[in-house]
Nanobody, 125 residues
């Protein structure tokens, strides 16, 4: 059983930056994928970014392209989300998720087997 623990959330002014971290309790899966999702109050969970096992392939939702960067350090069993140029509409609970194998539908939350508890990101205007 893999446990995921996020950290790095907080309160930041618009235009600011945060770095989220997600540490896995066990070695993540070769060939798998790890992602970040977010859920704002009253809204459905949405895909934010994904990274392949090697780190060479990344995906982003359109609203964060050019502002967010996802990366991973397999030696540390950690995935990061670097968030720059934060906007009030980025306010949400951010959760990391892991899947054992790659799928084209990486943006679908139901495809993921393991989830963290989430970390709150609040961006003030």
């Amino acid at each position: 059983q893999v446990q995921l623990v996020e950290s790095g959330g907080g309160l930041v002014q618009a235009g600011g930056s945060l770095r989220l971290s997600c540490v896995a309790s066990a070695r993540t899966f070769s060939g798998g994928i790890m992602s970040w999702f977010r859920q704002a109050p009253g809204k459905e969970r949405e895909f934010v970014a994904a990274v392949s096992w090697t780190g060479r392939t990344t995906y982003y939702t359109d609203s964060v392209k050019g502002r967010f960067t996802i990366s991973r350090d397999n030696a540390k069993d950690t995935v990061y989300l670097h968030m720059n140029g934060l906007k009030p509409e980025d306010t949400a609970v951010y959760s990391c998720a892991a899947r054992k194998s790659y799928l084209d539908t990486y943006y679908e939350a139901y495809e993921y087997e393991y989830w963290g508890q989430g970390t709150q990101v609040t961006v003030s205007s």
